[in-house]
């Protein structure tokens, strides 16, 4: 089983639409959630960190639910500058050390 | 402007010619990496450093070499190119801490001949 797991998608949505990805981990002692963006053949830069409590930014909700161990993004009213790959991130380490872990990302395609 | 800045770009070369691609980060960070990227892969660790004169392998480290002399740079070293090192290549730095995100530099896209 894969430390992270996305769904690759490609999630096709018209623009306007609210889609949803998750994202599992395994090491139940991560302590750190992250989603990236990605767009193609360009480097990987952060979208948004994850708080326990879920925390939004303006259109993109995350959220972590440790006891089944995913985390989510909610991205609402979809607007074409959306697509690309989103990678779920999570740290699996403890004190000052800890891993990032990637997803292999999931693909997002926006369509007027 | 704080940035993890890569050299070269773009890189196409021959199997056996040792190469250097050099990172540098103006961030102060204590913590830099090097991924590699291929289709249906994701993103793999193939070294990282947590402080000066301290390097670690991660997931692929065959055929790679790294050094950190100084906190700012952290080159990686193909001593002997393969074709199957033809990837595109990520440097990233954060501080240290659990919840530090990371900071990527743009990429050089290797191709070994």
């Known amino acids: 089983r894969k430390e992270v797991e996305q769904d690759p998608g490609p999630f096709n949505v018209p623009e306007g639409a609210t889609v949803a990805f998750n994202c599992t981990y395994s090491n139940s002692a991560s302590q750190s959630f992250f989603w990236y963006r990605q767009d193609c053949r360009k480097e990987p830069k952060l979208l948004m960190s994850v708080y326990s409590s879920g925390n939004e930014d303006g259109r993109f909700t995350a959220q972590l639910n440790r006891a089944s161990q995913y985390i989510s993004l909610l991205i609402r009213d979809s607007k074409l500058s959306d697509s690309a790959t989103y990678l779920c991130v999570v740290n699996t380490g403890s004190g000052n050390t800890g891993k990032l872990i990637f997803g292999q990302g999931t693909t997002l395609q926006v369509k007027p | 402007e704080a940035q993890v800045t890569q050299n070269p770009r773009y890189l196409i070369t021959v199997t056996g010619k040792k190469l250097t691609v050099t990172c540098s980060q103006n961030m102060n960070h204590e913590y830099m990496s090097w991924y590699r990227q291929d289709p249906g892969l994701g993103l793999r660790q193939i070294y990282y450093?947590?402080?000066?004169?301290?390097?670690d392998k991660g997931d692929v480290p065959e055929g790679y070499k790294v050094s950190r002399k100084e906190k700012r740079n952290f080159p990686l070293i193909l001593e002997s190119p393969s074709p199957n090192q033809t990837s595109l290549y990520f440097c990233?730095?954060?501080?240290?801490?659990?919840?530090?995100?990371?900071?990527f530099g743009d990429g050089t896209r290797l191709s070994i001949l």
């Open positions: 450093s947590m402080n000066v004169e301290v390097t």
């Open positions: 990233a730095s954060r501080y240290q801490g659990v919840g530090q995100p990371q900071h």
